[in-house]
T-cell receptor, first 112, second 114 residues
Framework: GENVEQHPSTLSVQEGDSAVIKCTYS??????FPWYKQELGKRPQLIID?????GEKKDQRIAVTLNKTAKHFSLHITETQPEDSAVYFC???????????FGTGTRLQVTL | DAGITQSPRHKVTETGTPVTLRCHQT?????MYWYRQDPGHGLRLIHY???????DKGEVSDGYSVSRSKTEDFLLTLESATSSQTSVYFC?????????????FGQGTRLTVV
């Protein structure tokens, strides 16, 4: 089955700096790569996603890049703000059943 | 937010007792999932359903069973709870379209087995 590895496990940046979280996946048939943000005690919520026929996608301060050859994808957050502090999960899925395999999460701390 | 609710939100139970968690959706989505979340493991798929009475196992299905008798309800049962099943359980739903695989999560159920 699919295996997703995520790094780093914790990340501390100063407000205004950029943050990058990286994930690798094992199944070359994976075709959908979402990123979820989870605030303390809350549910995971989708913040951005990318499909395998796209190399990069942006939404305001966040962007995701996908390298299918290397089987890795990354989340980029620019101009970080304190409200970006949360745990971020990458995931990958194959096929129509939408079964997500998650990475182990990155705790992002944005300091003033 | 998608119409998805989990019940109960919190439960403490004793080892060896059966426990059932409920996920209810109002979106008429075809796919429903149960995940558990543990520190250091992220979210792991327990079971999922692709229609009424159609279910399949996920990555960590041992000790769990599911049922889906109606589109809107997906039940997760721990037949005989163990301390290793102490976790936060999330239900998720996905739309019918194969082109849109976004998953929406419920609020979670914190289960403690003592």
């Amino acid at each position: 089955g699919e295996n997703v590895e995520q790094h780093p496990s914790t990340l501390s940046v100063q407000e205004g700096d950029s943050a990058v979280i990286k994930c690798t996946y094992s199944d070359s048939a994976s075709n959908y790569f979402p990123w979820y943000k989870q605030e303390l005690g809350k549910r995971p919520q989708l913040i951005i996603d990318i499909r395998s026929n796209v190399g990069e996608k942006k939404d305001q301060r966040i962007a995701v890049t996908l390298n299918k050859t290397a089987k890795h994808f990354s989340l980029h957050i620019t101009e970080t703000q304190p409200e970006d502090s949360a745990v971020y999960f990458c995931a990958a899925t194959v096929g129509t059943a939408s079964k997500l395999t998650f990475g182990t999460g990155t705790r992002l701390q944005v300091t003033l | 937010d998608a119409g998805i609710t989990q019940s109960p939100r919190h439960k403490v139970t004793e080892t060896g007792t059966p426990v059932t968690l409920r996920c209810h959706q109002t979106e008429n989505h075809r796919y429903m999932y149960w995940y558990r979340q543990d520190p250091g493991h992220g979210l792991r798929l327990i079971h999922y359903s692709y229609g009424v009475k159609d279910t399949d196992k996920g990555e960590v299905s041992d000790g769990y069973s599911v049922s889906r008798s109606k589109t809107e309800d997906f039940l997760l049962t721990l037949e005989s709870a163990t301390s290793s099943q102490t976790s936060v359980y999330f239900c998720a739903i996905s739309p019918t379209s194969t082109q849109d695989t976004e998953a929406f999560f419920g609020q979670g159920t914190r289960l403690t087995v003592v």
